[in-house]
């Protein structure tokens, strides 16, 4: 029975250390692979800025500068799209609004009709109430 147990122990252990390994393993790797992204970055980054272009030879330039030209095209075709679509929410605001005011208009021009009625009526009140008095 004890030597079951004592088996069963090693094994455990055996597999715990593996797992520590594997872990350690990854943990290196993903140190690794962020640094190889940093550097990839801060290349991009270098490139961008026309930074260490001196090692390039003329057809690399050339190509180099093609790929630049694309990505302006792309750039400047979003740019674009989003330009239109930001027109056309704004005319579509711009209608909207046009009709709120029309409405506030009409609610401004109700509101002022009441209250001339109201005016009216109460001078209509207070003449009566007058040549009341005055008998």
């Known amino acids: 029975m004890m030597s079951t147990i004592d088996k069963y122990k090693k094994t455990k252990s055996g597999e715990s250390n593996t797992c520590t390994r594997e872990a350690q393993f990854y943990q ?15 290349s991009n980054r270098s490139s961008a800025q026309g930074e260490g272009l001196d090692s390039l030879n003329l057809k690399e330039m050339m190509q180099l500068e093609t790929r630049l030209e694309k990505a302006i095209s792309r750039i400047r075709s979003n740019k674009h799209d989003k330009i239109l679509e930001e027109i056309k929410y704004l005319q579509k605001r711009e209608i909207e609004l046009e009709h709120h005011n029309i409405i506030l208009r009409l ?29």
């Open 107 to 135: 609610t401004i021009a109700e509101t002022e009709r009441v209250q001339q009625e109201v005016d009216a009526a109460s001078y209509h009140a207070i003449e009566a109430y007058l040549a009341m008095s005055a008998l």
């Open 28 to 42: 290196q790797e993903s140190k690794k692979l962020r640094h190889q992204i940093d550097m990839l970055q801060i």
